[in-house]
Every structure is written in C-alpha cells, then in structure tokens.
C-alpha cells in the first residue's frame, strides 16, 4: 500500500481528512506524529482569501489567511479551498501555492492544492460551492482546469459520492477531475443529502477506483485499523482518509501503522489519554490566546475523555471551566 501526489509519497497511504473547526494546525500536528502521513488545512474560502488580500475583509486580522498556516511538524499538508468561480478559485491557489499574501509570512507551503466538492453545508452549497459543484460537472471540470493552470503544486479534489441516492455521480465527476488535471481524489462515500449519518456505502469508492487511473483516498466511518483494512480490500482504494474516527483518539494512526505493518499495537491507557489532552488544550491556547483557546479546546477535550468513568461530570465541568488552570484540575480528578 503506498500511494504518490506529485513529489510526496505516502507508504500506507494514511491520511487525516480536513475538518473545519476541529483539524486545525495542532491537531494535524498531533496528528501526523502519531502516524498519519498526510493532513489538509481546514476548508479555505477562495473568495474570502482574494478579498482579504485586496483589503476588503482583513479589518478582524487576516482570519482567512491563517487557516493556511502550516507549521513543519504536519508537513506533508495540502491546503484547501473552496469556491465557484474558476478565477477566483485560481488566484486563489496561485497565492497559496507561491506563500505571498499577507498574514501568511514564515509558514511552510502547501504540498498540494485540494478542492473541495463535498462540502454539505447549507450557508456553502447555497452558493454552488462545495458538494453542490457535484450537480455542476461541468464547472467543476472548469474549475480544476484552471486551479491546475495556476499552480505547478498538484491538485486533488474530494467529492462526495453524490448530490443525493438519485444523483449518485462521483465516477463521472472523477473521470472529469483526471481529465482535466487532477492528481489524486478522496471519496467521502456518502451523499450530501446523508449529511453525516451513519452508513457510508463504500462501494462508490470502488465504482470510482475502477473508472480512474489516479489515487483514489476512501473515506467515511473509519474508526479502527480493522475498518482501514476492510476498506482496502472490499474497495481496492490507494489510501484511506480517517476525519472522525480521530477525534479524541489521535492515535487511530499509530494502531492503522501497526496493523499495516504487522506489529503490535499498545493503545493509550488513561494518563496517555489525559496527558495529551492537556498538551492539546495548552498549545490551541498558547496559539489562540485565553477564552477563544480555550473555547476552541473545549470540544477536544471532551472527546479525549469521551468513555472514562466520570466523563459526563468532567464533561460539564469542562463545558464550564474558565482557565487551563481549572481544566487540569478537572482532567487529575479522572485520574
Ligand atoms: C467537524 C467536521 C468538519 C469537516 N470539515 C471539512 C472540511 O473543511 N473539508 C472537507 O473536505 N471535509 C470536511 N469534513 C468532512 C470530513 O473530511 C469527512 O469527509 C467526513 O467526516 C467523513 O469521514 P468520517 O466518517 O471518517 O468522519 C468535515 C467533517 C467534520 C465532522
């Protein structure tokens, strides 16, 4: 199992998948030292990048620009955006590509450019960006044409398995992504109608493997090393994409390693747990500062404790906790 984009190869082919809110620069961080090979920056608007960079929208800072911040510890990292319009979705690539747009100084590039049709979300799809491009081949086609163009970066794209069970065309629309440049696809097999809901239908994954050449990632409702490997075999994919089955349990990538390479795999026991719990908790609010860190941090935090005798109560007093301080009291009293 190993699979190449562009320059970068990964020898099991292990990705964490891009999450907006939750896979920030320090949990890919954590991420990829425990054993994923590849991560991707939380979803970018091309739009809201464009105009931030023409002033238009940096009065808060440049918010926009951050979240292409990419420290060396996740590197390989593609960047991801997401967009409508060829143009804009070309510029916007090109500046991330090339690192010169203010707010960005000092950050590692991207290894890829990643484009994003499998976005569900309302405030997203209404515009036609995200999975609603699903309903569009033809502009999305467009628009990868013209990402390609303006990056010498590859380009990948995650789709989803559809619009919804009657619109079921992602091997169509990963013909179109090869065609027109594309250098490697992630398949979330399920349909933007199914949002998240439980059961993704893995054999789109397949259908899509057998109509391209390029590396095709599967993804959806991975959360073990025995769901990697019934992945690979029932679908044949290049490589798998874990989004959820992370949260909390950053170590699925060192039980996937293991499993892939034969080895034994000693999971976390409780101090391993809470220890990086906390570590998490104290970078995100070194890098955010106090309450907006700590609020960022609640929701991980709780997802580590996620199964402890007494995790509710610690949940709430999480939920509630207004210093680290208060947090690391909380997280010993599980101890
Ligand atoms: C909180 C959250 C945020 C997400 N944000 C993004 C995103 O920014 N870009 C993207 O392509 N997919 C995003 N996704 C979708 C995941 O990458 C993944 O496709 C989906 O969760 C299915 O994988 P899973 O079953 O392993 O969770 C997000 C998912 C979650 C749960």
């Known amino acids: 199992m190993s699979i190449s984009i562009g320059g970068v190869r990964l020898p099991r082919g292990i990705m964490l998948a891009p999450m907006a809110g939750v896979a920030d620069t320090t949990f890919r961080k954590i991420c990829r030292t425990l054993g994923a090979e590849y991560t991707v920056t939380e979803m970018i608007s091309a739009r809201a990048l464009c105009y931030e960079q023409i002033g238009r929208r940096h009065r808060g800072g440049y918010k926009t620009a951050q ?38 100084g000092g950050w590692e590039l991207p290894c890829a450019i990643d484009i994003n049709m499998g976005c569900p979300v309302r405030k997203v799809v209404s515009n036609n960006e995200g999975c609603a491009l699903m309903r569009y081949p033809e502009l999305a086609g467009r628009i990868i044409e013209a990402v390609c ?117 000693r999971p976390p026991d409780i101090t391993d747990r809470l220890n990086l719990a906390l570590r998490h908790a104290e970078e995100i609010v070194d890098r955010l500062g106090g309450s907006t860190g700590l609020a960022a941090a609640r929701s991980h935090l709780a997802w580590y404790v996620k199964g402890e005798p007494g995790a509710a109560a610690a949940r709430a007093a999480i939920m509630r906790a207004k210093s680290l301080d208060e947090v690391r009291e909380i997280l010993k009293g599980l101890l």
């Open 149 to 265: 163009r303006a990056t010498r970066l590859p380009v990948t794209v995650k789709m989803r398995a559809g619009w919804s069970p009657d619109e079921i065309n992602a091997p169509e629309l990963a013909k179109i992504a090869e065609a027109s440049g594309a250098a490697a696809l992630c398949i979330h097999a399920r349909t933007r109608t199914q949002m998240y809901a439980p059961g993704a239908n893995w054999g789109i994954i397949k259908k899509v493997k057998e109509a391209v050449s390029i590396p095709v990632f599967g993804n959806g409702d991975i959360y073990s090393a025995a769901d990697v490997l019934r992945m690979f075999r029932e679908t044949g994919c290049d490589g798998v994409a874990v989004a959820r089955g992370a949260l909390g349990n950053p170590w699925i990538f060192s039980e996937i390693a293991a499993a892939l390479e034969g080895r034994e795999y």
């Open 67 to 104: 979240l292409a911040q990419i420290t060396p510890e996740e590197t390989p990292c593609a960047a991801q955006i997401f967009g409508s319009e060829p143009e804009i979705m070309a510029e916007a690539a090109a500046m991330l590509s090339t690192g010169e747009y203010r707010g960005y």
